[in-house]
């Protein structure tokens, strides 16, 4: 199938010969028709296979065909969970509107609000926006989204993980009642069908790639090794492999921080990206990362969910996520665009739980594989660490260490005071 038998403009798949590419992916191929005929639809698709364009095109196509006042008031509302996505799908709207007479803003927390609420005042057409900035906006009768059109929700899934939920209703209920609705998400969980069921009529359920499936090109193997040897086991393998761009997932802020500080003490080029980093911070480690200046990128999911980075050949999991799902989200980074990709897990005992969990989930076994120095401490529990268990252990011997520390203290001040009053006798 070609893009120009979906019925796309002229002006449309004039910058989608201009972007490369000739035929649409899967979903593309099933969801914008649907979208053209006016159906709300509901649609899962893996990070990767053009979801993006998926709803992007039509959705320009609609607007461009159906023309409205020059006041340009909002009238397709893109709502993403992250500053990255927002900044990606924007990208998308202008590459793929660059010949036709559509105006686009997006708006999201982290940076100043003059410069966008200056762009809201001159019209906009289509909205890209994270959920608290659009409400701030909102709030402060900046903008206004009552004739909004076209509602699409991306990246529904990781909107409830980060709980997002009230203010999705919140905003829901500023639009009109009849509009058509998308939604995309990486699965169909149970809460998925449950927000489906409140915001979409009638739709069309499309999915590009089985649930939960994992991209055939990629290649996955597990290292069982010790957790305390983890991050000389990845500064080998980058080391020793010549990795020069590497995703590596971690399941804190705190442990990505402190495993890019070792990498960079390993005279390897690292930037972490979550969600205490500045969105300049975060947008300078993500450009250097994709500009090749830096090597290995270490995110958590939060921050990583959306990105697009063409081409890349590795993706670690320092840790393995306590989601199973996410491994799925994690991993499908890598494999694009038929290109290869590899993703390494790297598993110390107390994650063995939620190896077997994701093994189940993606129906197969992964290769396991120990390298020697690195092998996995054979007396570790297989138990899983609770949030803060370590911490708390140590705190608890550091008090303990404290107060024999001030007992010692007491007893040999006790001393000098019985010493110095013999001495006066």
């Given amino acids: 199938m070609s893009f120009q038998s979906l019925g796309l403009s002229d002006a449309l798949l004039k910058a989608i010969s201009k972007k490369g590419y000739e035929s649409p992916s899967p979903i593309q191929e099933k969801a914008i028709p649907s979208i053209l005929e006016g159906r709300d639809v509901l649609a899962s698709a893996q990070t990767g296979t053009g979801k993006t364009a998926g709803f992007t095109l039509p959705l320009l196509h609609y607007l461009s ?37 559509i105006r686009s803003a997006v708006i999201f927390g982290g940076v100043n609000q003059k410069p966008q609420v200056a762009k809201l005042r001159k019209g906009v057409d289509v909205l890209i926006a994270t959920p608290g900035r659009l409400l701030d906006l909102q709030n ?5 989204i009552k004739r909004v059109e076209v509602f699409i929700l991306d990246e529904a899934d990781r909107m409830l993980d980060m709980g997002f939920l009230r203010d999705m209703e919140r905003i829901m209920a500023l639009m009109p009642e009849k509009r058509q609705n998308l939604m995309f998400s990486a699965t169909f969980s149970k809460d998925i069908r449950k927000l489906a069921n409140g915001i979409l009529n009638h739709p069309v359920k499309v999915e590009a790639t089985p649930e939960n499936s994992t991209v055939d090109a990629i ?20 080391s020793e492999g010549s990795w020069q761009q590497a995703l590596v997932f971690t399941r804190t802020k705190h442990g990505a921080n402190r495993l890019t500080k070792k990498l960079i003490s ?5 930037a972490a990206i979550h969600g205490n980093k500045s969105q300049g911070a975060r947008t300078k480690a993500l450009t250097g990362f994709k500009a090749g200046k830096v090597r290995v990128l270490v995110a958590t999911d939060i921050a990583a969910r959306g990105l697009d980075i063409p081409l890349l050949p590795h993706v670690v999991n320092f840790e393995l996520p306590n989601i199973s799902e996410d491994y799925v989200h994690r991993i499908g980074r890598t494999g694009r665009a038929g290109a290869d990709g590899q993703a390494i897990s790297l598993v110390s005992a107390d994650e063995t739980s939620y190896l077997k969990n ?20 054979p007396n570790a529990s297989t138990e899983p660490l609770k949030q803060g268990q370590n911490r708390s252990r140590s705190n608890s011997r550091s008090k303990n260490s404290k107060s024999k520390t001030q007992r010692g203290r007491r007893r040999n001040k006790s001393q000098r005071y019985r010493g110095n009053s013999g001495n006066k006798s």
């Fill in 65 to 101: 065909e159906n023309p409205k006042a020059k006041f340009r008031p909002i009238r397709a509302l893109i709502l993403t969970p992250t500053r990255e996505l927002a900044a990606q799908v924007y990208q998308s709207v202008q590459d793929y509107g660059e010949f036709l007479n």
């Fill in 140 to 144: 402060q009768n900046l903008l206004s």
């Fill in 219 to 238: 290649s996955q193997k597990v290292y069982r090794v010790a957790k305390s040897k983890k991050t000389g086991l990845i500064i080998k393998l980058i």
């Fill in 266 to 270: 390993a005279k390897i080029s690292a």
């Fill in 358 to 377: 994701i093994e189940k989930l993606i129906g197969q076994s992964i290769e396991v594989e120990v390298v020697e120095g690195f092998e996995p401490d």
